[in-house]
């Protein structure tokens, strides 16, 4: 371990030591004169956003755990140890929605996630326990030859096996430990925080931006005269009020027009970086700039595609390689998202794909009703299958 990662790890508060450490490298200053790190970017209204929209939505994508059919198709494994606390409540403190949201807000701001393990004496897992990525350091022991993980638990470090850490990582360099976006594309969110602060900076001043004060002969205490100058005049406060000037003192105005289109165009150029980046597509963080109802939806299937759909699978194989056992894995069981869940928000898109499996003999009348948690319909009618004329053979 280096001497910098010894000083930092004896530290007993580590008060986001990862953030730090990183700035101390120098890191964290930009060249717009910014400071970041995850917990200074998320002051960017736009990031936050973006953050929200992944988090919330992956959040209120349900798992479940399914066993295989030997014939082919899947049953849904209720009796299974794991489906309570995938599905319903991971820990005696939070649900799963919680849970998940967790994980994606770690994720999306440090490109790691991470949940401590917990298990009985009979090998099942009883527990999963989300950790800020900040209090989480994967590592690799290279005398064991295996990973591991530096855990700060309220300032102790404790070094855990892999098996007792639920990890998933963001695309990487080695596959082991996630790169932050927030990190790699410092300068973009510094530009951001920068232009933020000097919108705010001119608003604070009470839009009185740079003032010349003029005398018509030597000023005797200039400080104390500047320093009245701008207890009255300057700040939001005194915006509007009158200001006496005497000794045949001139206050003038460097013109500046606020609604620079420069600025502007800026402004919005960072926004729309930042979707990128995060892949949100703009108008779900309400930046409807060049929005038609025709580009939304389809930007809306973009976003369950591209940018949930890799999170989803990475949790999928997570779980299968660290919370299923090989006895299990071998059985036919597996986890799995229902994606569907995030079309809960549009019915009439979600009701015309649900008819289309109905019309096309994927599912039956019960199979879609058990989708709208409604009950089955007795008899033979709710369970059979509907098969299209031209599509059967004669």
């Known amino acids: 371990m280096s001497l910098l ?15 730090r450490h990183w700035s101390g490298l120098g890191g964290g200053i930009t060249k717009s004169g910014t400071i970041v790190s995850q917990q200074t970017a998320l002051r960017l209204s736009t990031l936050l956003a973006c953050i929200r929209v992944r988090t919330e939505s992956f959040g209120s994508i349900p798992c479940s755990i399914y066993k295989k059919r030997k014939g082919g198709g899947r049953d849904e494994a209720y009796d299974h140890p794991l489906y309570e606390l995938i599905h319903n409540i991971p820990n005696e403190d939070m649900t799963a929605l919680t849970w998940r949201e967790s994980l994606n807000m770690n994720f999306d701001a440090d490109g790691n996630c991470y949940s401590i393990i917990d298990s ?35 300032g102790k470090i404790e070094t855990l096996p892999a098996s007792k850490v639920y990890h998933v990582p963001g695309f990487s360099w080695d596959g082991l430990k996630g790169i932050s976006i927030i990190r790699a594309a410092a300068e973009t969110f510094g530009r951001g925080l920068a232009l933020d602060e000097f919108t705010n900076r001119f608003f604070g001043q009470g839009m009185n931006f740079g003032l010349v004060l003029e ?36 206050l003038n105005r460097v013109p500046i027009s606020f609604v620079d289109a420069q600025l502007i165009e800026m402004m919005n150029l960072t926004d729309i970086q930042i979707c990128a980046l995060m892949r949100v597509p703009p108008h779900m963080v309400a930046h409807l700039e060049r929005a038609t109802f025709s580009n939304i939806e389809h930007q809306g299937i973009e976003f369950v595609t591209y940018s949930q759909l890799p999170t989803v699978v990475r949790h999928e194989q997570e779980i299968r390689r660290k919370l299923l056992t090989q006895s299990e894995r071998e059985q036919g069981y597996y986890a799995k998202f229902n994606m569907d869940a995030l079309l809960r928000g549009d019915a009439k898109t979600r009701a015309e794909a649900l008819a ?39």
């Open 5 to 19: 990662s010894q000083i930092a790890l004896k530290n007993s508060s580590l008060d986001h030591y990862f953030d």
């Open 120 to 154: 009985n004496k009979g090998g099942n897992v009883i527990r999963l326990t989300p950790v800020p990525y900040y209090n989480m350091e994967p590592c690799y022991n290279e005398i064991k030859d295996k990973m591991e993980y530096r855990y700060n638990d309220r």
């Open 215 to 250: 005398a018509p002969g030597d000023v005797k205490d200039r400080e104390a005269l500047k320093k009245e100058i701008e207890e009255k005049g300057g700040g939001l406060h005194n915006s509007h009020r009158p200001m006496l000037l005497t000794g045949g003192m001139k």
């Open 356 to 394: 289309m499996q109905r019309q096309n003999g994927k599912i039956n009348a019960n199979e879609w009703r058990a989708l709208d948690d409604e009950n089955p319909i007795e008899g033979l009618a709710g369970e059979a299958y509907l098969v299209q004329m031209n599509m059967t053979s004669t």
